[in-house]
Each structure stands twice: as structure tokens, then as C-alpha cells.
């Protein structure tokens, strides 16, 4: 199998399988914070706390990896030697750097959350 097409399908993967812990952290989020007794428990605050700061920490960890992979990229480049193929391979790459912590906050949440 091509380069290209392993990491397409390897970010393809990455994004339905966040879809699908998304939704579970979603859904599980809206009953609990849906409910307004819920958010005067302390656990209630604690789980508004959370979703925020592991956002912002998420989107801060991906704008990191995303300049570290970027930076590899422009170092294949200014090698030369690059490919079409080796283009559409380190922009994927970018896109996967910066999207993975995202991806595995939405995981573990899903996991938490389920566990009850």
C-alpha cells in the first residue's frame, strides 16, 4: 500500500473513532450538566471545570505537535527531493499531530464517563 494512503486511512481512522468518543462524552455530559442540581454538586463544578481546561490544554498540545511536525516537513523539504506523494504525506501528518491529543482527551473521557 502506498505511503500516502496508510496515512489517510490511519487519519481516517483517528477521526471516526474521536467521532464516536465525542459522542459518548457529549451525551454523557448533557445529562449531567443538563441537570441543574447536578451542577451544585461538587462533582458537577469539577466536570464544568474540566471540559474547558482540557480543551484548552488539547488545542495547546496539537498547536505544539502541529509546529514540531511542520518543522519536520519543511526540514524533508528544503532537502530536497520531495515528492507530490511526500507533500500530501507531511500534510496529513500535520493534520494528525495536531489533531491527536484532542483525540485521546475525547478517548479517556468516553472511557471515564461510561464507567459511571
Known amino acids: 500500500m502506498p505511503r500516502f494512503t496508510e496515512a489517510a486511512l490511519g487519519a481516517a481512522t483517528l477521526s471516526a473513532s474521536t467521532a464516536v468518543a465525542a459522542s ?5 455530559r448533557m445529562m449531567l450538566l443538563g441537570d441543574p442540581a447536578a451542577l451544585a454538586l461538587p462533582s458537577g463544578q469539577i466536570e464544568a471545570v474540566r471540559m474547558v481546561a ?38 496529513v501528518a500535520i493534520g ?12 479517556a473521557n468516553a472511557r471515564r464517563l461510561s464507567r459511571g
Open 24 to 28: 459518548v462524552t457529549i451525551a454523557h
Open 54 to 91: 482540557e480543551k484548552m490544554n488539547a488545542a495547546t498540545e496539537g498547536s505544539v505537535e502541529a509546529a514540531f511536525e511542520t518543522g519536520r516537513f519543511m526540514m524533508r523539504s528544503a532537502f530536497g527531493g520531495v515528492s507530490p506523494d511526500d507533500v500530501a504525506h507531511g500534510l
Open 96 to 107: 494528525v499531530a495536531a489533531t491527536r491529543p484532542a483525540a485521546r482527551r475525547a478517548r
